[in-house]
């Protein structure tokens, strides 16, 4: 077990190490010059000289990763070259709250959607309410999030006018309004994420429904909803865990998409801001916190598994 | 690969081959049915969008956000330009993308996993690690982050999506391969002497095809989907190509006025996806690869 954590968490070292890398050369090939960009495409060869001499462009390559991977072991992200200057850092510091409470209500939102989906379709097999839920899941499978969003903003906040349409409040300035401009990215987000999750819940519990303990169990006279939740469900579960870090990754994509669409400036807006304003301090500091993220789910769903089946924890 | 191959009476019937019988099973299951008609239709509508558009999808009159009437069936947008006529040009680009970038995927992905698998030892090492840092991530993130490096425009979309996408292919091509390189006609065939190119793309590779046509298929839909987040985010293809991500993106500042521009474009994208889906999700019951069911997930 202990071995087995520690092979986990050094590979996940050695990914982020790969990406911080590849981060760094693949963006120093690029077509775009980010001086230019800075000059906003005006020809001036003494300012090029200089903004290239103060950002240390001017050294030998390997100079400029063995500089820039010292600072990012310190947590010095470097300045955005673009508008205020602001240290990437700290708009990092800055968007990732956001984009956690984000993804944790997106989360939540597709577990109470999914798990009593699941659970009535598997149970109730194809019965009309079933297919329901599978006509339901195949529509929210093949919904983009980004126009959901819109439609929910078109219904909730333009027509009805009760929600706000954009933007993003703190916790600490009070429950409601945090929650409010959150509640609509978060369904547009964990809808098509709990459709995910409705299914393989399913398919997991006619699976384990078929086993000789849960007949065993029948046969004892257990009441269903015993049998169901307390025999069955956490069985199913497992399955559904291996593949939760695939489909965290996918919530973060949606987050990634959909802050943009509600003007949340999380994570997923810093890197495609960045993107749009060729300010590569910040799409690289983007892509290795939003990398991490990944690295840090994936690594957390395979020591979850550990823990719920104990099969794994004695091997 | 199995039922396609099975015959019911032991013999192959005369004049149908394995792939006709699995076309007929296929098209007994109504997910498909309904699937390959929507996607004939989409298909009709890129092939023949010339013909069929009612105006020129960059022509633009004076009706600005006019609502759906005769002469604008789905309404017009915020340059008076028909709704329609730029959803039906926009088919043209997202199959397309779809199409062309799993392509390639499939090509890159299958001949790496293929080697990886075949071939073991240090090759499999170093392919694999590769194939795992990417496998950490979803595609649609990695297609970002490419079109981040190479910049926007239709072959950077197209570049970054495919690369985006190998990881899926490589990974079951080599399980497959894993599989099937223990089986008996692989060791005959080295015995009379065929070469590792010979065995891998004759005998290794056709019997790994059903779960990568399950897994093209859906990646299809996926890669689609993909595209028109990237236009949407601004990173897609150029601006003056009306495609479907795009024009919701420029339709997005007015919807409280014209909600057609919000709605359409989506129904669109929807439409094409759940066809796609659907049509992967009866292949995988008639190929029955349970395998790829997660992969497809992603």
Redesign the interface.
Known sequence: MTAYLARRVLGAIV?MF??ATL?FF??R????DPIAAMLFDVEDPDAVEFLRTKYGLDQPIYVQYVKWFGHLLTGDLGQSIYGSRQDVTRTILEAFPRTMSLAGLSFLIAMIIAVPAGLISAVRKNSTLDHVVTVVA??G????D???A??L??AFA?NLQWLPAIGYVPIAEGLWPWFSHLILPSIAIGTPFAA?IAR?IR?SMLEVLQMDYIRVARSKGLLNTRLILVHAFPNALIPVVT?MG??I??L??GT??VE??FAIKGLGRV??Q???NRDFPV?QGA?LV??AI??FA?LLVDVLYTVIDPRIRFD | MAILNETVDGEESAGRSGWSRGAALLLRDKRAVVGLIILGLFSGMAIFAPLIAPYDPNAQDFSMMEGLSWTHLLGTDDLGRDLLSRLIFGTQISLFVGVSTVAIALVIGVFLGVVAGYFGGVLDNIIMRYI??QW???N??IA??L?????NGLMNVIIAISLAFIDDFARVARSMVLTIKEEQYIDAAKTVGASSWRIMWLHVLPNAAAPLIVVGTVSI?YAI?AE??LS????GVNPSTPTW?LI?SEG?SF??RA?WI??F??LF???T??SI??LGDALRDLLDTRET??IA??
Do not use: E
Not at chain 2, 232 to 235: P, R, T
């Open positions: 990914v790969v990406v981060v693949m963006l090939i690029l077509p775009g195949f529509l499978l093949s919904m983009p980004f126009w959901f819109i439609i903003i078109i333009a995910i393989m398919s593949v695939i489909a990754a996918l973060m994509a990634v998409i943009n669409v890197l495609i960045g993107i749009l799409v892509i939003v990398s990944f690295v994936n | 795992d840092v950490a991530f979803p649609f993130i970002v982050y079109v981040a490096v190479f910049g839909s989907l028109a987040g949407f985010l601004g990173l991500g919701l997005r919807i409280s909600w919000g709605v474009p989506g994208i929807m439409l996806v759940l889906n659907f069911a997660n997930a992603r």
